[in-house]
C-alpha cells in the first residue's frame, strides 16, 4: 500500500482552467504538507494542514486553495492556471507538527500549463 | 531566518568512490537538519536527520553526515558510491516555529560513472 499517493500523476491544461490535485495518506499522521518544485528542482514548501486545521500559508497566490475534508486528505485546487505555476506539487506528511518530524512525500503531480 | 546552501550542484564520482556532498547552514537557533534523495520520477525519501542527539549520523544506503556547529555544515558521505546512488539530494533545515516547515537547499544531482 503507498503511504502518500496523490493523483493525477501527470496533469497538462491550458492557460486559465481550473485544476485539482488529491492527496491521501494512510500512515495515521495528524499533518499534511504541499510543496511546490519547480523547473530547477527547487522545493518551497505552499501549505500545511494539522488535523485539518491550516497551519503554514506561505506567500502563494490565492488562486491555490488547498481543502482538507479529514485528516487524510489534502487537495489543492488551483484557479486560472498561469504558465509559471508548471512544475512538480509534492504532497507529504508528517505524524504531528514539529520541528524534527520526519516527513513522508507522495510521488508528485507534474502539472503543465500550456 | 532559517536557509541551506548546498556546494554544488552537480557531483560526479566514479563507482565505488567515496561520496562527499555538501550543506552549510544558517540558523538562529540550534537547527534540526535533513538528507532527503529523490530518485528520478519519484517523491523524496528520507536519507537521516539531526536532532541534536549525536553529531554523526547514520541514514539509509550507508549514509551518513556529521554536524559541524563551529563550520555550520552537515555534510553527506557514502564511503562507496554504487550505481544505484545516483539522485538528486536535498539537505533542509527545519523552521523553528514548530510548524514542521522544511527549508531546503537546492540539491546537488550526484552521477556515477562505471
Known amino acids: 500500500d503507498t503511504a502518500v499517493s496523490q493523483t493525477p500523476k501527470y496533469l497538462v491544461t491550458q492557460m486559465g482552467n481550473d485544476k485539482s490535485i488529491k492527496c491521501e495518506q494512510n500512515l495515521g499522521h495528524d499533518t499534511m504538507y504541499w510543496y511546490k518544485q519547480d523547473s530547477k528542482k527547487f522545493l518551497k514548501i505552499m501549505f500545511s494542514?494539522?488535523?485539518?486545521?491550516?497551519?503554514i500559508n506561505e506567500t502563494v497566490p490565492n488562486r491555490f486553495s488547498p481543502k482538507s475534508p479529514d485528516k487524510a486528505h489534502l487537495n489543492l485546487h488551483i484557479n486560472s492556471l498561469e504558465l509559471g505555476d508548471s512544475a512538480v506539487y509534492f504532497c507529504?506528511?508528517?505524524?504531528?507538527?514539529?520541528?524534527?518530524?520526519?516527513?513522508?512525500f507522495g510521488p508528485g503531480t507534474r502539472l503543465t500549463v500550456l | 531566518a532559517q536557509s541551506v546552501t548546498q556546494l554544488g550542484s552537480h557531483v560526479s564520482v566514479s563507482e565505488g568512490a567515496l561520496v562527499l556532498l555538501r550543506c552549510n547552514y544558517s540558523?538562529?537557533?540550534?537547527?534540526?537538519l535533513f538528507w532527503y534523495v529523490q530518485y528520478p520520477n519519484q517523491g523524496l525519501q528520507l536519507l537521516l536527520k539531526y536532532t541534536s542527539a549525536a553529531t554523526l549520523v547514520k541514514g539509509i544506503n550507508g549514509f551518513e553526515a556529521e554536524f559541524k556547529k563551529s563550520e555550520t555544515s552537515f555534510h553527506l558521505t557514502k564511503p562507496s558510491a554504487h550505481m544505484s546512488d545516483a539522485a538528486e539530494y536535498f539537505c533542509a533545515v527545519s523552521d523553528p516555529g514548530n510548524t514542521g516547515k522544511l527549508i531546503f537547499g537546492q540539491g546537488t544531482t550526484l552521477q556515477v560513472k562505471p
Open positions: 507529504a506528511s508528517s505524524q504531528q507538527t514539529g520541528t524534527y518530524n520526519e516527513q513522508f
Open positions: 540558523s538562529s537557533v540550534p537547527p534540526y
Open positions: 494542514y494539522n488535523n485539518k486545521e491550516l497551519i
